[in-house]
């Protein structure tokens, strides 16, 4: 059992950045793959990227391909999402998940662990 709590959310203008954290309690952390998935209004909650237990893979959508990098410190029970170049079509509830299956997992249905969620909003 993991439980996971997001943070770093914010306000930002086009171009700007910020820095996604995701910090988990439990024990084991290393054995979970983890993701970062986001829900804008109106919308269905869509993959972001993903990052194997050992941080050796990732994998991103392409619409944030270049801009965005996920990172984790297992040190830490935490996995980070830094966001470049950001767009207002970025503005969304951003979330974070985790699973035990040790590949890199792109549909929310592959989780079954959830945070509560962070709002990040790009003004133009």
């Known amino acids: 059992q993991v439980q996971l709590v997001e943070s770093g959310g914010g306000l930002v203008q086009a171009g700007g950045s910020l820095r996604l954290s995701c910090v988990a309690s439990?024990?084991?952390?290393?054995?979970?793959?983890m993701g970062w998935f986001r829900q804008a209004p109106g919308k269905e909650r869509e993959f972001v990227g993903a990052?194997?237990?050992?941080?050796?893979?990732?994998n991103y959508a392409d619409s944030v391909k270049g801009r965005f990098t996920i990172s984790r410190e297992n040190a830490k029970k935490a996995m980070y999402l830094q966001m470049n170049s950001l767009k207002p079509e970025d503005t969304a509830v951003y979330y974070c998940?985790?699973?035990?299956?040790?590949?890199?997992?792109?549909?929310?249905?592959?989780?079954?662990?959830w945070g509560q969620g962070t709002q990040v909003t790009v003004s133009s």
């Open positions: 990052i194997t237990r050992n941080g050796t893979n990732t």
């Open positions: 998940a985790a699973d035990r299956d040790p590949r890199v997992l792109k549909t929310t249905d592959s989780y079954d662990y």
């Open positions: 439990g024990r084991a952390f290393t054995i979970y793959s």
